[in-house]
């Protein structure tokens, strides 16, 4: 298998990446779910290495958490608490075995917005 799982996010209040942001995968299996790897964007907003990369890549169902409200408070957009978003998740599946899959995150304190990308 040649697959990988890469993320980036971009806060689209400020117009810049979200560097400082933590990103949790989860691989889920019915109703569990476990931890696979635990990162922080950098000054991109991406992580260093993907995600998951080719030597644990398999197919299934997966779900990344991005840690925004940490993020938020950190930039000073948080507004009162509780916040409208705190953890994002995002749950996808991953069928293809040789393919990059790529979960962007589009993020500002009221909304976000994800798609495959490339």
Known sequence: MAGFLTTHV?????????????????RLDGAERHELARMTTNADGRTDSPILP???????????????GAYLR????AGADPLFLDEVPIRFGMS????????PLLLSPFGFSTYRGS
């Open 54 to 68: 080719q030597d644990r890549f398999g197919p299934g169902r997966y779900e990344l958490v991005f840690a925004a």
């Open 96 to 103: 293809d075995p040789d393919s990059h899959y790529h979960v």
């Open 10 to 26: 971009l806060d689209t209040a400020r117009g810049l990446p979200a560097a400082g942001l933590e990103v949790v995968l989860y």
């Open 74 to 77: 950190a930039t000073g957009q």
